[in-house]
């Protein structure tokens, strides 16, 4: 990571993978973190916040150079629902809505506000390359997406807003998690044809375009992907090979909507959406992992590949 201009960052959601691995990051370089916490503060650089619907006091983020709010309720968290999709809503939106108010109440002088999305933006597009400059898609991820980054944007026109629409993580906590078990298995396969494409991200790549948007003036929509496309067998068949497993048995799709419900297979399995990311890269940002062999590579560890 090159030298970072930031010198206080305030975070939310650093409990989560993401989160964690970005506050590792920026405290590694000497960054002063203040994190935004639901438990009771157990370290002077943690701050107490979503209590009873209470504002955040704008003094907690003045003086930062950027905020990055990262929560919200797991998507692999099955099945989704009614209660749950409306978790997965309010889990965004709150927090969000808290921090864009803060933001805004220091007019000129506030930090910028580096907010989550996800491509879950574009919904299903298949045939289609995707910037940001594409139209949103449809279901309920695109929904909620829609609204999380309407409710980042009103931190107004004074502060720099960017939306960091996030790909699936390949890690071994984010989206490889329910295919390795399987793989080691010996029964994992395609998830119906397997040509869907996947948008995807390594997580090193993941944090490191984080802190090249804190650092930047990029506002507005930024895809967090990496730069290869994927189809979900492209996926399914490094992650064998990675641990000498076979890639044979195909799941129906009438079985995975069985499992997981309608929704969330048709948002996460057979979705298909080729998401570029072009602000990125117009940005002069040089990602670690361009493929997705690369990124299974480094999520799988050697002495896990058996």
Not at 28 to 55: C, F, I, K
Request: aromatic share 4%; charged share 20%; net charge negative.
């Amino acid at each position: 990571m090159p030298e970072t201009s930031a010198r206080r960052v305030v975070l939310a959601g650093a409990s989560g993978l993401i989160g964690s691995a970005l506050l590792d990051s920026l405290r590694g370089d000497g960054v002063e973190v203040t994190s935004l916490v639901r438990h009771e503060p157990t370290v002077a650089h943690e701050v107490q916040w979503l209590q009873d619907a209470r504002p955040l006091d704008p003094d907690v983020i003045a003086g930062a150079d950027a905020v990055v709010c990262l929560n919200g309720a797991s998507i692999g968290h099955f099945p989704w629902t009614p209660s749950y999709k409306s978790t997965l809503l309010w889990s965004r939106i709150m927090p969000t809505r808290t921090l864009a108010a803060a933001v805004r109440s220091l007019g000129d002088d506030a930090p910028a506000l580096v907010n989550a999305s996800a491509t879950g933006f574009y919904g299903s597009q298949p045939g289609a390359v995707l910037t940001e400059t594409s139209k949103r898609g449809s279901g309920l991820l695109a929904d909620i997406c829609v609204d999380w980054e309407d409710a980042a944007r009103a931190a107004g026109d004074s502060a720099r807003v960017a939306m960091l629409r996030t790909a699936p993580v390949v890690h071994e906590q984010g989206v490889l998690k329910p295919l390795l078990l399987l793989t080691k298995l010996g029964i994992s396969g395609p998830i119906g044809r397997g040509t869907q494409v996947w948008p995807w991200i390594s997580l090193d790549d993941e944090v490191r375009a984080i802190r090249h948007v804190i650092d930047s003036d990029l506002a507005g929509p930024v895809n967090l992907t990496g730069p290869v496309r994927a189809t979900a067998n492209d996926l399914g068949f490094a992650l064998a090979r990675r641990m000498n497993r076979p890639y044979l048995v195909r799941a129906p799709i009438w079985g995975v909507k069985l499992a997981l419900g309608s929704d969330a297979t048709e948002a996460l399995l057979t979705s298909d959406a080729d998401v570029r990311p072009a602000v990125l890269e117009d940005s002069g940002f040089a990602f670690t992992h361009r493929t997705v062999e690369e990124a299974v590579a480094s999520a799988v560890p050697a002495h896990d590949a058996a």
